[in-house]
């Protein structure tokens, strides 16, 4: 668990809960499968394959983001 706000800067997986925001950084590819807080930022050119659940909003910034629930 991250209680309060995360930045992804690499390629990879995260199963936990997030307390605050959760920003995915430019280029980086995430697997989400557990719970973001606050809201979901992608950054230009992020992957983000989300099987979790957002309680805020998801702000897209030029990424890309694909449910898979």
Do not use: Y
């Not at 706000?5 to 809960?17: L, Q, S």
């Not at 719970?35 to 979790?52: F, H, N, S």
């Amino acid at each position: 668990m991250i209680l309060g706000d995360h930045v992804f800067t690499e390629d990879g997986a995260f199963d936990g809960m997030i307390g605050g925001d959760a920003t995915v950084a430019e280029g980086v590819e995430l697997t989400l499968k557990g719970m973001v807080g606050g809201d979901l930022l992608v950054e230009a050119g992020a992957v983000v394959r989300l099987t979790g659940m957002v309680a805020g909003d998801t702000i897209n910034r030029g990424g890309s983001v694909i449910a898979d629930w």
